[in-house]
Each structure stands twice: as structure tokens, then as C-alpha cells.
């Protein structure tokens, strides 16, 4: 629970907060890559808006993401906390629906920016707690939700339901298996629109976690894809990617109609790169490695996993045209908000991030110690460091620490450990510093409670949509989601 310190010093916040406050969105797409963008080199799918807005704004080759699956990635973000901090460390499942919720405890950036008066939503996929725990994005500084709570729930693109704030709603002529006639990012997008259209002449927050282009790859269009010589899941794949860049594109027209986009960050970024085996028929084809510069993807701890595509776009604030491989991560955008609002956290709350706002501006990126990253599934944590130009890999506590020179081996081909024993000491003082046990995430293993609620939380969810289920208390759209406005 919240104690009352915490509580009066977010009332403070708000009396502190300064008058002019720049707007605020955080883009984050689930799973598109570096290599998805043309402005990173693509060729065969088409992002011109993205590649547009890159340009206009600053772009990263080495911003990093909290960690590289959905949950922890966005909690990272969320709290300001690495995930040796986090109180998320890995895609943990409940029951019926939902994962491991953000606890009470825990400062949030949606709560700095409630309390700092700003408009908070968010839109796409929530993942950091049900409706009925203390995650829920009311009880975490979002005003309006709309999407999917669970991430489970988001591998269907054509679900019989979504929820507008906690309140189901009904997306006509969908099974919630395959295909239907209701394309969920349709009525997403919609519903982002309508709200910024609402709130966006007032200070406004918003996280916008698209779930394109995750799997399954499910789309009501191939668009100008549908004549190429690729199989469904290459035309469905490239179209996602396409719709996210129009989509994003639709969001900046609305920040100009509004008359706003001048005093609006983007920060755009996928949550963990592909989700592709380099060698698959998607990473093949689309040649999401750029040509192997990048090792590794989605789950793992090399630098396919943890670069993100990412840029910065605040016209005549975030200087047009830069490029910069100077590394940060999503753990940074809390105090960088905070920085930008002229706000701190309650006293005695830290994050693990620094503030970007300087570096954003052109200037050099902030000094720090180390970036450090863990990732909890089955089999036991993987967990990695980078400092200066070393980059160390654990791919299980059991086995030897691997070292990397990133400034002379981006692709991590050269394990270096043999040749630098002070720097496995190093990664080793590294890890102890960085990680905080935690009972619901120990290093070795998953526990048998994780591994029971996800058996059970997988059942329910093959079970409903073998149904069709739809909660019972669900309405129908609001009209204004229901047909284009
Ligand atoms: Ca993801």
C-alpha cells in the first residue's frame, strides 16, 4: 500500500508543476524491429511515415528497451526501473485474464503525470494488471484505457471483445479465432483518435502500445502487398508493419490539426526487435538482422533483442536530422518526463533512469554506470550488462559469463571472456549490484506458481476462443468507435 508521505508528496507534484507543459506521447510497437523500417534500411515494407518522422526528429541505433518480452519490457518503461528493480521480470500469466500486476507501491510515470494535471490514456495493449488488481490502469494514473488488458487476449486480432476503460465492448462479426470482420487495431486507432481529438488542446499523456505487428500475423488488408509472391504470414507481417506506420502517421495529422505538434515529444520504439529467427521465413525475407550487424531476437540478451528502433521527434525542440548511436534506455523516459514537467518523484523514490531531456535537445547522452537487463522465463534468468563499450551475457546462471567489444563486434561474434578475466569480475559486481532478489522471480528457475497459473491462464484462453466467449457484461461499440467519423 501507498503510505500517506508518498501520497502528499504527489500532491505536491501537481503544485510544482510548471505552466507551460509539453505533451507527451511514448509509441511503443510489440515486436517490430530495426530492421522493419526503411529508415533503418528496409526494403520490401514500406514505413514512410516513420521514416518521415525519423528524419524530421533525432534517431537511435542503440536505445535500449526495459527487456525483451511485452510485460517487463513496459513496466520498465512504466515504473523507471530496471529489471533487476522491476517488480515484473518476465511475461508472468493470471488468471482468467491478465498478468502480474504493477503493486500499489510502485511511483508510475502515469501517476507523476495525473498528478502533474496532464490527460493520461492509454491505448493498445495494457499487460501490467487486470481491472480487479492494484495494476489496473485507472490505479495507475490512466484516465482512459482502451484495448486489451491481457496479452494473451492481444494474439487475436479479430476478438470477439476489448474493453473501453474496464467496460467490455463487442467487436461485431468476430469469432475470436481467426479471421471476422472487425479489425481490432481499426477500432483501437479510432478510439486514440476520437480521445486525442477530446483532450488534446490540454495537457496531455499518452502510452500507446500498439500490438502490431505481434503475432498472430492477422490482417483485414494486404494492401499493396497482396499481389507479392510471399506466403499469407509474409503479406500479413509486411501490412502490420504498414498499418502501425500509418496509423502513427494519422496521430501526428491529428497533433497539427489540433495545433499542438510543436508542443508534443514522440518518443517511438518497439518493445524486444523481432520476434524472428534470423533464419525463419519472415527474418529471411525481410533481412530484420540488416545483413547480421544485429545478433539475436526476441527472449535473448543480444543486441537484436535490445536495440530498438527508435526515434524522437518535438519540431524545433528535438533537433531534425540527427542520428546518434549513443546508448539509453525506456527505463530513462520516467525521469525524462519528469525533467520536462519540472517535477520529481516523492521523496525517497528513485528510479534506476536519467533524464533524457538534455540529450533529446542535442546535446550528449547521460553519463551512467551500467545499463543492465534480466529476463525470467522457464528455464531459468538470462541477464546482461553494458558499460562503456562492454557488453557481458548470461544466458543461464549455470554457465559462463560471455564478454563483447560492441564498438569492434556489434554482431557479438567474438566472445572475448577467455582473453578478459577482470572483466567477467567486473559483469559479476555488475549483476549483484544491479539485481534485487525477489521471491516471484528467482535467477535459477521459474517457480511452480508461475509455471501452474500459466498452464491454467493458456487453457481458459484456447478454451474461450474455441467458444467464441464474451464477457457477459459486455455492450455493444459507443457509435462513435463503430463506424469511421
Ligand atoms: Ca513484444
Redesign the pocket.
Known amino acids: 500500500m501507498k503510505n500517506a508521505i508518498l501520497t502528499v508528496s504527489l500532491l505536491l507534484i501537481a503544485a510544482t508543476a510548471s505552466a507551460k507543459k509539453p505533451n507527451f506521447i511514448f509509441i511503443l510497437s510489440?515486436?517490430v524491429a530495426q530492421g522493419d523500417l526503411g529508415v533503418y534500411g528496409q526494403k520490401l515494407i514500406k514505413t514512410p511515415n516513420l521514416d518521415r518522422l525519423a528524419n524530421e526528429g533525432t534517431r537511435y541505433t542503440q536505445a535500449y528497451c526495459g527487456t525483451?518480452?511485452?510485460a517487463p519490457?513496459r513496466t520498465s518503461f512504466y515504473t523507471g526501473l530496471h529489471s533487476g528493480n522491476s517488480p515484473v521480470r518476465g511475461n508472468y500469466a493470471m488468471i482468467p485474464e491478465g498478468q502480474y500486476p504493477i503493486p500499489d507501491g510502485i511511483v508510475t510515470v502515469g501517476e507523476i503525470a495525473k498528478a502533474a494535471g496532464y490527460q493520461t490514456a492509454t491505448f493498445g495493449k495494457w499487460g501490467m494488471g487486470f481491472f480487479d488488481t492494484e495494476g489496473a490502469p485507472k490505479k495507475q494514473g490512466m484516465d482512459h484505457f482502451f484495448g486489451y488488458n491481457c496479452q494473451r487476449h492481444a494474439h487475436s486480432y479479430f476478438p470477439t471483445y476489448l474493453y473501453n476503460d474496464s467496460q467490455p465492448v463487442t467487436l461485431p462479426g468476430n469469432n475470436g479465432r481467426d479471421v471476422g470482420e472487425t479489425y481490432a487495431q481499426e477500432i483501437i486507432q479510432r478510439d486514440m483518435v476520437h480521445w486525442l481529438k477530446q483532450n488534446g488542446k490540454n495537457p496531455f499523456f499518452m502510452f500507446y502500445a500498439f500490438t502490431i505487428p505481434?503475432g498472430r500475423y492477422e490482417i483485414d488488408d494486404f494492401g499493396i502487398y497482396a499481389d507479392k509472391p510471399w506466403s499469407d504470414k509474409q503479406k500479413a507481417y509486411a501490412a502490420m508493419v504498414t498499418r502501425l506506420d500509418s496509423d502513427v502517421g494519422e496521430l501526428v495529422d491529428t497533433l497539427k490539426e489540433l495545433g499542438v505538434a510543436e508542443n508534443t515529444l514522440i518518443v517511438f520504439g518497439?518493445?524486444?526487435g523481432s520476434?524472428f529467427d534470423p533464419n525463419s521465413d519472415i527474418g529471411k525475407l525481410f533481412n530484420q538482422t540488416m545483413d547480421g550487424k544485429l545478433r539475436g531476437f526476441?527472449r535473448g540478451m543480444y543486441e537484436g533483442a535490445l536495440r530498438q528502433a527508435s526515434f524522437a521527434w518535438w519540431p524545433g525542440t528535438v533537433p531534425a536530422g540527427r542520428v546518434t548511436d549513443e546508448p539509453w534506455a525506456y527505463w530513462d523516459l520516467m525521469p525524462t518526463f519528469l525533467d520536462m514537467t519540472g517535477t520529481t518523484t516523492p521523496e525517497g523514490y528513485r528510479t534506476d533512469g536519467h533524464s533524457l531531456l538534455d540529450f533529446l535537445k542535442g546535446g550528449p547522452a547521460p553519463k551512467r554506470d551500467y545499463f543492465y537487463w534480466e529476463i525470467h522465463e522457464g528455464g531459468g534468468a538470462k541477464c546482461a550488462a553494458r558499460w562503456d563499450d562492454w557488453k557481458a551475457v548470461s544466458t543461464h546462471p549455470d554457465k559462463p559469463i560471455e564478454i563483447y567489444n560492441l564498438a569492434k563486434d556489434p554482431g557479438e561474434k567474438n566472445n572475448l571472456a577467455n582473453e578478459h578475466p577482470e572483466l567477467i569480475k567486473h559483469a559479476k559486481e555488475i549483476f549483484d549490484d544491479a539485481h534485487t532478489p525477489n521471491l516471484d522471480w528467482p535467477l535459477d528457475r521459474r517457480t511452480e506458481k508461475q509455471n501452474k497459473l500459466s498452464r491454467e491462464a493458456w487453457k481458459i484462453k484456447r478454451q474461450r476462443d474455441q467458444s467464441g466467449w464474451v464477457p457477459p457484461n459486455a455492450q455493444a461499440l459507443p457509435d462513435y468507435l463503430a463506424r469511421p467519423q
Open positions: 510489440d515486436d525483451t518480452v511485452c519490457c505481434h518497439g518493445d524486444n520476434s526476441k
